[in-house]
């Protein structure tokens, strides 16, 4: 009983931060002509309120794909369809044909705030408490710890709630997070579906998709393809095609209708990268401008070389030795890898990491905590755009708090808490004198608190060079950007170095 007050305590704490948040500015706010991604979001209220499904992709003169087209998958298209009709129930002007483009009013964004919040509640906090409640191996206190600090990450508060990002991530994420789940409880169709129900609510779900069947493809290999993995494998294909068939079926009716949608997902032509984001290609590009000297084919297979290269080691691992450990951490890295080096990466992608490093922060506290900072200080440049800096501070330092409260995160900086004994095991063979491993990652993470807290500030009170008018806004990213690098090196040793992880798995039945 005293879980469940507690816990609930911990919910209302991750409530009211969100709905504190959602009072302040939002993207694009009296900003006309395009305004911004609030706009878009009530855009396509409009557009697949008013309009037939088989236009919601294509260009008209009732729906122009240059202001704010649909670009994402059908599982979004509904949605937006589901809150246009409570919409119209309240207000029929705010989804106007036409006529409600820019609309703006404290009743409608307290409409559009209260859509973000449902989707929340109904999908992405459930599946935090109960993956917190799962959790084995750590007491009561500190699963309600895991769910507090969960729940306080200020990067998903700070776009969903703030920016208002044109698409909820609480939604995708919480599918995503739902599949975790069915890994955890070994009820892996369950799993198949929310992964497939995030994968059509936002593409980008491939980032936690792929390594999800990498795991699975493991089980079905450990049970045998000629007995009942064979029926494991059969069963899944099933769940994914009929889910996918269910999503896409108004879609299927013509082939030009299927080809539409998929060249609105993958939207190639907009080349390499758009904004400053913390990859490695708008990192690189202050060096070398890659985008103006290769042709734009030579850029995606680049891109698809590099991506497909980083993260094959940790799938290659997880398919040879599946476990619930390996699937976390190689969640991890396959994220990374995509939002470091696939082509046309959004800032906001960055969220795609950060949800399955938030589920492995009760494992390494300090390291997590610290990726977790940086990947917010990461959407600094979006943030102040849209008149956010003081939520961002708020959030970020009370994140921070609640982490070293909960975990006293700078006592679980030895070796075996970093969950980096085996490796420096193995190179302590050549090298006796490596025995100061944690010491340097303990000033890393000193050098890259200062280095950060700086940036912000030099951001916020300096003006750049007339010369250099992006000069903080592209600091930030590069910086960012390398401290990514340091944590995709990192989380690949921990799974490549992981010899109990096959090991101590209890055997798969």
């Not at 993207?27 to 697949?48: C, L, N, V």
């Not at 949605?79 to 207000?91: E, M």
Request: hydrophobic content about 50%.
């Amino acid at each position: 009983m005293e879980k469940w007050y507690l816990m609930t305590i911990v919910v209302l704490i991750g409530l009211t931060v969100r709905w504190t948040v959602s009072l302040n500015s939002y993207s694009g706010a009296g900003k006309p002509p395009m305004f911004g991604d609030y706009e878009a979001q009530r855009h396509w209220q409009e557009i697949t309120f008013n309009l037939p499904v088989k236009q919601w992709y294509f260009n008209s003169s009732d729906n122009n794909l240059q202001y704010w087209g649909l670009d994402y998958p059908p599982l979004t298209a509904y949605h937006s369809l589901l809150c246009a009709y409570v919409a119209k129930f309240i207000n029929p002007d705010w989804i106007a044909l036409h006529t409600s483009r820019g609309y703006e009013s404290q009743a409608h964004k307290l409409f559009m705030r209260t859509t973000v919040l449902i989707a929340d509640l109904l999908i992405y906090i459930p599946a935090v408490v109960l993956y917190c409640c799962c959790l084995k191996e750590i007491s009561t206190k500190k699963k309600i710890a895991n769910a507090l600090c969960i729940l306080l990450y200020p990067g998903l508060i700070l776009i969903d709630y703030g920016h208002f990002q044109n698409i909820y991530n609480s939604v995708s994420l919480g599918f995503a997070l739902w599949g975790v789940l069915g890994v955890s409880c070994d009820c892996d169709l369950l799993g198949s579906l929310a992964f497939c129900l995030a994968i059509n609510y936002k593409q980008m779900e491939l980032y936690h998709a792929l390594p999800f069947f990498c795991f699975l493809l493991g089980k079905c290999f450990k049970k045998g393809l000629k007995g009942k993995g064979f029926v494991l494998l059969v069963k899944l294909a099933c769940i994914v095609v009929a889910s996918f068939v269910l999503c896409w079926l108004p879609f299927f009716t013509e082939r030009e209708q299927t080809l539409q949608v998929l060249r609105r997902l993958f939207p190639v032509d907009r080349g390499l990268f758009e904004d400053k984001v913390a990859n490695i290609w708008c990192s690189f590009n202050v060096f070398l401008k890659i985008k103006d000297i290769l042709p734009r084919h030579i850029q995606l297979i680049m891109s698809f070389c590099f991506t497909f290269l980083s993260l094959l080691p940790a799938c290659i691992k997880l398919i040879l030795q599946p476990s619930s450990k390996g699937f976390k951490f190689t969640l991890v890295s396959c994220a990374l890898s995509f939002f470091l080096f696939s082509f046309q990466v959004h800032e906001k992608s960055i969220l795609l990491v950060s949800l399955p490093v938030c589920l492995v922060l009760s494992e390494i506290p300090f390291m997590s905590t610290w990726f977790l900072l940086v990947s917010t200080f990461s959407m600094l440049p979006l943030l102040l755009k849209d008149e956010l800096l003081m939520p961002s501070v708020v959030t970020t330092m009370a994140f921070f708090i609640a982490c070293v409260t909960s975990f006293s995160i700078f006592e679980k900086t030895s070796e075996e808490e970093l969950q980096l004994k085996s490796f420096s095991i193995a190179v302590r063979k050549y090298l006796p004198c490596f025995t100061f491993l944690s010491r340097i990652i303990q000033y890393l993470f000193l050098i890259s608190v200062i280095t950060m807290v700086l940036l912000t500030m030099m951001t916020v009170t300096l003006d750049p060079p007339q010369k250099l008018p992006d000069l903080f806004s592209v600091l930030v990213c590069f910086v960012s950007c390398l401290n990514f690098l340091f944590f995709l090196v990192y989380f690949n040793i921990i799974i490549m170095w992981d010899s109990k992880s096959g090991r101590n798995q209890k055997k798969i039945s």
